[in-house]
């Protein structure tokens, strides 16, 4: 059976942390404000999963309380752990982030080495792309950072 699951994630902009995205720390004057370290791109690919097996958001599994400061990685990591138990694997993920600055093309391939990793599939199934807002809206702006993910899913027990 095979099972497509969407999800978006967004972070505003705040000075004094890192940036991190699809695992990687990023070189750029202000990160992503959230409870863990806000990498958007990562929590966008563990929601849809999550959406695929209509399991519920993040915030269902990763408690205000328990997440503070932690990695998404970790994240993304126990969500493919619950993907397996119900007997599913990934096919394919796409995802598309929306952020004006900074240019994100230098760092794609290392964001899709580390999200084949945690997925535990070839890089050749995860898909990212980046684009910006032309200068429109919050992300144009650059208030913030917004990530969607496509995923599909196959398996089941």
């Known amino acids: ?24 720390k990023i070189p750029y004057e202000k990160g992503l404000d959230g409870i863990s370290d806000a990498d958007c791109l990562l929590h966008s690919i563990a929601e849809a999963i999550m959406g695929a097996l209509a399991l519920g958001d993040l915030g269902k599994f990763f408690k205000e309380e328990d997440s503070k400061g ?12 619950m993907m397996k138990e ?3 694997r990934v096919v394919n993920s796409d995802s598309m982030v929306l952020i004006e ?7 794609i391939d290392s964001m899709r080495d580390v999200v084949s990793s945690l997925l535990e599939v070839p890089k050749e199934f995860v898909s990212i792309k980046a684009t910006t807002m032309e200068k429109r809206g919050i992300i144009g702006k650059g208030e913030g950072c917004l990530a969607e993910t496509i995923i599909l899913l196959d398996g089941g027990n």
Request: hydrophobic fraction near 35%; aromatic fraction near 8%.
């Open 101 to 107: 600055e900074p240019k994100l093309a230098p760092y």
């Open 70 to 81: 932690m990695d998404s990685k970790i994240i993304l990591k126990k969500t493919v752990e």
């Open 86 to 88: 119900k007997g599913y």
């Open 1 to 24: 059976m095979q099972r497509i699951g969407n999800s978006i994630d967004f972070h505003p902009f705040k000075e004094g942390r890192d940036l991190i995205l699809g695992g990687i």
